[in-house]
């Protein structure tokens, strides 16, 4: 049995010499080779493959040997061994051999190949360690990188066919182990060939290493059993070596890296199988990863899909409903006119035939055609209110009426629907009690609280409404009962009678809920009582109209009436407003800013009552003229605004007026607060200038005295008022940033100028330091504010000689401050 091969040593020398040598090195397990020169290498290379070079020469010959074998590339790294046991050269010249290392005697000869050997071994294996992890650096690197999947792949499959010396490397994906079809996405024996699907009957080690999740690795394909069913096709092929190792990630199957070796005598030896295993791995996730990302990726394509289609529904929805809601405002029209014309027509031939000469029976007659044709025309009226919404109902048409009349009127109505039942209505309201308020609101009041009352009294009960003036410290207010003698309420369900969302057997429906809103939007109150005798009672009260006849003559009251001047732009609000006040007041209104500062100058009223938002000049703005002028300081200023924020509040309240209430407002919380604002101490009007009002924020006089334009504060004050009025009346309001290319320290030369000439008078310019400029364009949006500032840009840069960067923002839609908004454009707001 022939020794275990050690090496492959290639001698180089005599043939005499090293013919010895050659036995003796072959006795001890060393496949040899040997050249008598350098002429005679190259070819034993290719054939011997040799491991260590051992020179068999002269000291002279062997270093001419030796330059010779370096100048050959397959052998530039393969270690030279000098045998100097037979030289008789000096000492000195053999060391002068630039060889790995010398044999000096016959039994050093195999230790020292050995040495040698294991040494080289060792070189190439950490080699091969350091190019896998450098590889698979690489790789890791591509797999986490921003490529296309089957790039990512391209690349691995080239890297580990280089690392592994193998003739094939491809990968192939499936989906699942019961899949019957295999998609190759990446190969290195030809890179086109992608996505090319393949059976995975056809190829068996492909078919286990998915099947069992295991790899597969076929060291000789001529004699494994698995590869019998296919050998006939693959010998042919010289396939020699496979190694297939399953892509898992999470226990989920995603395909195999498939490598093969067409070379005899080559295999994958454990470190390839290793790093295969590692490269797997990273692949399997990479691979994962992106499939999920894919996935992920169409279904938001599906979802913005599908909410581009119901968007689309909505708005066709929204069209539909829009053009239901002019049918239905249609149709309200033609009530409008077609039912109340002819209504109001048969009332006044009604009325003309009360006048004339009729028996009893006949004047009973019209009167009860009077009654029921006043009923339908109140009727029409409910309909038409219905059909305003929501707004309708949360605002009163004031006018002066007789609740007692109109208590007689509902129960008159009313006793019908009482008769079916059997029971008897009775209105007890012997004197005239006037107020001002809305006769449709008050009337559906007072007709659910009755037909409530008829609903639960007894049978051939009582119903008894009663209206009555009731004293008060601030004012008279009339005070109408609706009492029945049913079963009652609890007393500890009471408080929960004018609940809206109170349902079921005891509920009371919507209807007391309505009545409970209709009470107080006329400043009133309503409640529930149950009385010792039994049944339920309903109260609510109305504060009276002032009754000026019966203390003085109307001429000398009207002198002593205090002068209030309303300044409202809605002309519903401000005929609310004045029926309101005129009640206790003398009334004046004006419609927008100017005209209410040029009527405070003229009439110099006791009070203003002014809203905030308004045409021309602002609700805040005019305070602030109103205030720094020396005629009207003293006069108490009440700002309304359907704003709730507190620092309205508090900003209104800066500025000098001396309250301040939301809408929709109360009408007898807006007589106690004028009545308050009207006794709060002010300073009389002198001749000379009085003591400015408290820490004011002045609107229009804060600027920059280089530059004679608006300051940070002054602007940003300014900004708040317009944001909040472009919001109200649902009109744009743009800001524009313009920061020059470098910090200046004072404002760009020209620049000025140029604002003035190209932007209108409505528009404001800011310098807010270091250059930088803050335009605010009112009723301009976004793009019409980008082509004034496109126009503009120009000139600035040529007056200034320095160019300018520019950002613009609609603060109208949005929700931060103005300061945030600001600082997000560039503009320095601090300071």
Same mark, same amino acid.
């Given at each position: 049995?022939?020794?275990?091969?050690?090496?492959?040593?290639?001698?180089?020398?005599?043939?005499?010499?090293?013919?010895?040598?050659?036995?003796?090195?072959?006795?001890?397990?060393?496949?040899?080779?040997?050249?008598?020169?350098?002429?005679?290498?190259?070819?034993?290379?290719?054939?011997?493959?040799?491991?260590?070079?051992?020179?068999?020469?002269?000291?002279?010959?062997?270093?001419?040997?030796?330059?010779?074998?370096?100048?050959?590339?397959?052998?530039?790294?393969?270690?030279?061994?000098?045998?100097?046991?037979?030289?008789?050269?000096?000492?000195?010249?053999?060391?002068?051999?630039?060889?790995?290392?010398?044999?000096?005697?016959?039994?050093?000869?195999?230790?020292?190949?050995?040495?040698?050997?294991?040494?080289?071994?060792?070189?190439?294996?950490?080699?091969?360690?350091?190019?896998?992890?450098?590889?698979?650096?690489?790789?890791?690197?591509?797999?986490?990188?921003?490529?296309?999947?089957?790039?990512?792949?391209?690349?691995?499959?080239?890297?580990?066919?280089?690392?592994?010396?193998?003739?094939?490397?491809?990968?192939?994906?499936?989906?699942?182990?019961?899949?019957?079809?295999?998609?190759?996405?990446?190969?290195?024996?030809?890179?086109?060939?992608?996505?090319?699907? /393949?059976?995975?009957?056809?190829?068996?080690?492909?078919?286990?290493?998915?099947?069992?999740?295991?790899?597969?690795?076929?060291?000789?394909?001529?004699?494994?059993?698995?590869?019998?069913?296919?050998?006939?096709?693959?010998?042919?092929?010289?396939?020699?070596?496979?190694?297939?190792?399953?892509?898992?990630?999470?226990?989920?199957?995603?395909?195999?890296?498939?490598?093969?070796?067409?070379?005899?005598?080559?295999?994958?030896?454990?470190?390839?199988?290793?790093?295969?295993?590692?490269?797997?791995?990273?692949?399997?996730?990479? /691979?994962?990863?992106?499939?999920?990302?894919?996935?992920?990726?169409?279904?938001?394509?599906?979802?913005?899909?599908?909410?581009?289609?119901?968007?689309?529904?909505?708005?066709?929805?929204?069209?539909?409903?829009?053009?239901?809601?002019?049918?239905?405002?249609?149709?309200?029209?033609?009530?409008?006119?077609?039912?109340?014309?002819?209504?109001?027509?048969?009332?006044?031939?009604?009325?003309?035939?009360?006048?004339?000469?009729?028996?009893?029976?006949?004047?009973?007659?019209?009167?009860?055609?009077?009654?029921?044709?006043?009923?339908?025309?109140?009727?029409?009226?409910?309909?038409?209110?219905?059909?305003?919404?929501?707004?309708?109902?949360?605002?009163?048409?004031?006018?002066?009426?007789?609740?007692?009349?109109?208590?007689?009127?509902?129960?008159?109505?009313?006793?019908?629907?009482?008769?079916?039942?059997?029971?008897? $209505?009775?209105?007890?309201?012997?004197?005239?009690?006037?107020?001002?308020?809305?006769?449709?609101?008050?009337?559906?009041?007072?007709?659910?609280?009755?037909?409530?009352?008829?609903?639960?009294?007894?049978?051939?009960?009582?119903?008894?409404?009663?209206?009555?003036?009731?004293?008060?410290?601030?004012?008279?207010?009339?005070?109408?009962?609706?009492?029945?003698?049913?079963?009652? /309420?609890?007393?500890?369900?009471?408080?929960?009678?004018?609940?809206?969302?109170?349902?079921?057997?005891?509920?009371?429906?919507?209807?007391?809920?309505?009545?409970?809103?209709?009470?107080?939007?006329?400043?009133?109150?309503?409640?529930?009582?149950?009385?010792?005798?039994?049944?339920?009672?309903?109260?609510?009260?109305?504060?009276?109209?002032?009754?000026?006849?019966?203390?003085?003559?109307?001429?000398?009251?009207?002198?002593?009436?205090?002068?209030?001047?309303?300044?409202?732009?809605?002309?519903?609000?401000?005929?609310?407003?004045?029926?309101?006040?005129?009640?206790?007041?003398?009334?004046?209104?004006?419609?927008?800013?100017?005209?209410?500062?040029?009527?405070?100058?003229?009439?110099?009223?006791?009070?203003?009552?002014?809203?905030?938002?308004?045409?021309?000049?602002?609700?805040?703005?005019?305070?602030?003229?109103?205030?720094?002028?020396?005629?009207?300081?003293?006069?108490?200023?009440?700002?309304?605004?359907?704003?709730?924020?507190?620092?309205?509040?508090?900003?209104?309240?800066?500025?000098?007026?001396?309250?301040?209430?939301?809408?929709?407002?109360?009408?007898?919380?807006?007589?106690?607060?004028?009545?308050?604002?009207?006794?709060?101490?002010?300073?009389?009007?002198?001749?000379?200038?009085?003591?400015?009002?408290?820490?004011? $924020?002045?609107?229009?006089?804060?600027?920059?005295?280089?530059?004679?334009?608006?300051?940070?504060?002054?602007?940003?004050?300014?900004?708040?008022?317009?944001?909040?009025?472009?919001?109200?009346?649902?009109?744009?309001?743009?800001?524009?940033?313009?920061?020059?290319?470098?910090?200046?320290?004072?404002?760009?030369?020209?620049?000025?100028?140029?604002?003035?000439?190209?932007?209108?008078?409505?528009?404001? $310019?800011?310098?807010?330091?270091?250059?930088?400029?803050?335009?605010?364009?009112?009723?301009?949006?976004?793009?019409?504010?980008?082509?004034?500032?496109?126009?503009?840009?120009?000139?600035?840069?040529?007056?200034?000689?320095?160019?300018?960067?520019?950002? /613009?923002?609609?603060?109208?839609?949005?929700?931060?401050? $103005?300061?945030?908004?600001?600082?997000?454009?560039?503009?320095?707001?601090?300071?």
């Amino acid at each position: 049995m022939s020794p275990e091969l050690r090496g492959r040593v290639l001698v180089i020398g005599a043939r005499t010499a090293s013919e010895a040598l050659l036995s003796r090195l072959a006795e001890s397990g060393f496949e040899c080779a040997m050249a008598e020169d350098v002429d005679g290498v190259p070819p034993l290379v290719v054939s011997l493959q040799p491991e260590v070079i051992l020179l068999a020469a002269a000291t002279k010959r062997a270093a001419e040997m030796l330059e010779g074998l370096r100048n050959i590339e397959q052998l530039r790294h393969v270690p030279v061994l000098a045998d100097v046991s037979r030289s008789r050269s000096s000492s000195e010249a053999v060391k002068k051999l630039e060889v790995d290392g010398f044999i000096r005697g016959t039994e050093e000869m195999v230790p020292r190949l050995e040495a040698v050997l294991r040494a080289g071994r060792l070189r190439e294996s950490e080699e091969r360690t350091r190019l896998r992890m450098g590889m698979l650096l690489e790789i890791t690197q591509a797999t986490t990188s921003s490529l296309e999947l089957e790039e990512m792949l391209r690349i691995a499959v080239d890297k580990v066919g280089r690392v592994t010396g193998s003739d094939r490397c491809s990968v192939v994906l499936v989906d699942g182990a019961e899949a019957p079809i295999g998609t190759v996405v990446a190969t290195q024996e030809d890179p086109s060939l992608v996505r090319l699907e /393949i059976e995975i009957a056809r190829y068996p080690e492909l078919r286990r290493a998915l099947e069992t999740r295991q790899p597969v690795h076929i060291e000789r394909a001529e004699n494994d059993p698995i590869m019998a069913e296919v050998r006939p096709n693959i010998l042919p092929l010289g396939v020699h070596s496979i190694l297939v190792q399953p892509l898992v990630c999470q226990d989920e199957l995603l395909g195999a890296l498939f490598l093969r070796h067409s070379r005899v005598g080559t295999t994958f030896g454990r470190d390839e199988q290793e790093f295969a295993q590692a490269v797997a791995g990273v692949l399997a996730n990479s /691979i994962r990863n992106a499939r999920l990302h894919h996935a992920l990726k169409r279904k938001r394509e599906d979802l913005e899909l599908a909410y581009v289609e119901r968007y689309k529904e909505l708005s066709d929805a929204n069209r539909r409903l829009k053009e239901l809601n002019r049918l239905k405002d249609e149709i309200i029209a033609v009530c409008s006119h077609d039912l109340r014309a002819p209504l109001q027509v048969l009332l006044g031939h009604g009325r003309l035939l009360l006048e004339g000469s009729v028996t009893v029976e006949q004047k009973q007659s019209i009167e009860a055609m009077i009654r029921q044709g006043r009923k339908i025309l109140g009727l029409v009226e409910s309909l038409l209110e219905k059909g305003k919404g929501e707004a309708a109902r949360l605002a009163i048409e004031p006018r002066k009426l007789d609740v007692a009349q109109l208590c007689r009127e509902s129960t008159s109505e009313l006793n019908i629907l009482a008769g079916e039942k059997g029971v008897v $209505v009775r209105a007890e309201a012997s004197e005239s009690l006037m107020l001002i308020g809305d006769e449709v609101k008050l009337h559906e009041v007072l007709q659910n609280l009755i037909t409530n009352a008829i609903h639960h009294a007894k049978a051939a009960g009582t119903v008894v409404v009663r209206a009555l003036r009731l004293t008060r410290p601030d004012g008279d207010a009339v005070k109408i009962t609706v009492q029945d003698d049913g079963a009652g /309420i609890p007393q500890d369900e009471l408080h929960l009678v004018f609940d809206r969302y109170r349902h079921g057997p005891k509920g009371t429906g919507l209807g007391l809920a309505i009545c409970k809103e209709f009470v107080e939007l006329h400043g009133g109150e309503i409640w529930a009582e149950s009385p010792p005798e039994g049944g339920c009672t309903f109260v609510f009260t109305l504060p009276m109209a002032q009754d000026a006849l019966k203390k003085k003559p109307q001429e000398k009251q009207e002198q002593q009436q205090p002068r209030v001047l309303v300044v409202e732009d809605e002309a519903e609000i401000a005929a609310v407003l004045a029926e309101v006040l005129r009640s206790r007041y003398r009334v004046d209104v004006a419609r927008d800013g100017q005209e209410g500062v040029a009527k405070a100058r003229n009439m110099r009223p006791d009070l203003v009552v002014m809203d905030v938002f308004l045409p021309k000049l602002d609700g805040l703005e005019a305070t602030v003229a109103l205030k720094s002028s020396t005629d009207t300081a003293h006069i108490p200023i009440i700002l309304l605004s359907a704003h709730q924020g507190v620092a309205e509040k508090v900003r209104a309240l800066n500025l000098g007026a001396v309250d301040y209430m939301s809408k929709p407002f109360n009408a007898m919380e807006l007589l106690n607060r004028t009545e308050r604002a009207l006794k709060s101490p002010t300073p009389e009007p002198r001749g000379e200038l009085p003591s400015p009002p408290p820490a004011p $924020v002045m609107l229009r006089t804060g600027n920059d005295p280089g530059t004679n334009l608006y300051d940070k504060r002054t602007l940003l004050a300014k900004l708040e008022v317009e944001v909040s009025k472009s919001r109200r009346y649902h009109r744009p309001l743009s800001v524009a940033v313009l920061r020059p290319e470098r910090p200046l320290a004072d404002m760009p030369r020209g620049a000025g100028d140029v604002m003035r000439k190209r932007l209108r008078t409505l528009d404001a $310019v800011a310098h807010m330091g270091s250059g930088v400029l803050t335009l605010m364009l009112p009723e301009c949006n976004v793009e019409s504010a980008r082509s004034v500032i496109q126009r503009l840009l120009p000139e600035l840069q040529a007056a200034s000689g320095i160019s300018f960067q520019h950002a /613009i923002a609609d603060v109208s839609q949005d929700s931060d401050a $103005v300061d945030r908004i600001l600082d997000r454009l560039g503009a320095p707001v601090q300071g």
